[in-house]
């Protein structure tokens, strides 16, 4: 089988990770999605605003309605930091018999070159980009042995972010329809990002 991995913080899941999953899927004809937070993110410095346990279960709300979406705990389960090559590395023994492709969208596109080890994991596996405001979604500015790893797949502008949603919620604004409904629910329900 053909499968996506969407990996993210997740902090919290949002309508942009699921169109971009979709578009992913169409595009490259994937039999599936598997969205995997990861336990602790190399490049971020904020500390989330959920838990571990809390950005799990809304990616497991978020993707029940979908027929060919699953969670994934691989990273979580790992726990740690969440080094992509560990995890490719992972999927390699875990299931040899699937073909992965990682999703990512425009900015992480542009931050291939400083991914840790990169030069093994696109030995290994190849990644689908996305474009997103702000940044450009182009293998041009990538060293030629990563960018033939790179398929970007259009994708309508979707200007959500996990950041923007979680300093709305500090402001006390709506969230609803920026995440899925059961999302939604999830963080009224827990109070989350209040503070
Ligand atoms: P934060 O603001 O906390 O960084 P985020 O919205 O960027 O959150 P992440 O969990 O960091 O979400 O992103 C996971 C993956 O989804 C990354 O590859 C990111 O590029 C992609 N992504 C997130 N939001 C969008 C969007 N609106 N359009 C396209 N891709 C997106
Ligand atoms: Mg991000």
């Not at 970007?152 to 200007?159: D, F, K, L, Q, R």
Request: hydrophobic share 40%; glycine share 8%; charged share 25%.
């Amino acid at each position: 089988m053909k499968i996506g991995i969407m990996g993210g913080t997740f902090d919290p899941i949002h309508i942009g990770h699921l169109i971009a999953a979709e578009r992913a899927k169409e595009g490259m004809g994937l039999d599936q999605v598997w969205f995997m937070p990861s336990n602790v993110p190399p490049h971020k410095t904020h500390s989330p605003g959920a838990s571990a346990q809390q950005r799990w279960e809304m990616v497991c709300r978020a993707v029940a309605d979908h027929p060919d979406f699953r969670p994934f705990d691989l990273e979580l389960k790992r726990g740690g930091v969440s080094y992509t090559v560990e995890t490719v590395k992972q999927l390699e023994q875990l299931h040899p018999d699937h073909q992965f492709y990682y999703i990512i969208g425009a900015d992480m596109v542009q931050f291939l070159p400083k991914w840790h080890r990169i030069e093994e994991i696109v030995e290994r596996i190849s990644f689908i980009g996305l474009q997103r405001p702000g940044f450009t979604a182009s293998t041009e500015q990538l060293s030629q042995f990563i960018a033939k790893k790179v398929t970007i797949v259009p994708m309508p502008m979707i200007e959500i972010s996990s950041t923007d949603i979680r300093e709305r919620r500090r402001r006390r604004l709506s969230v609803r329809y920026l995440v899925s409904e059961a999302v939604h629910q999830f963080i009224e329900g827990n109070g989350l990002y209040e503070t």
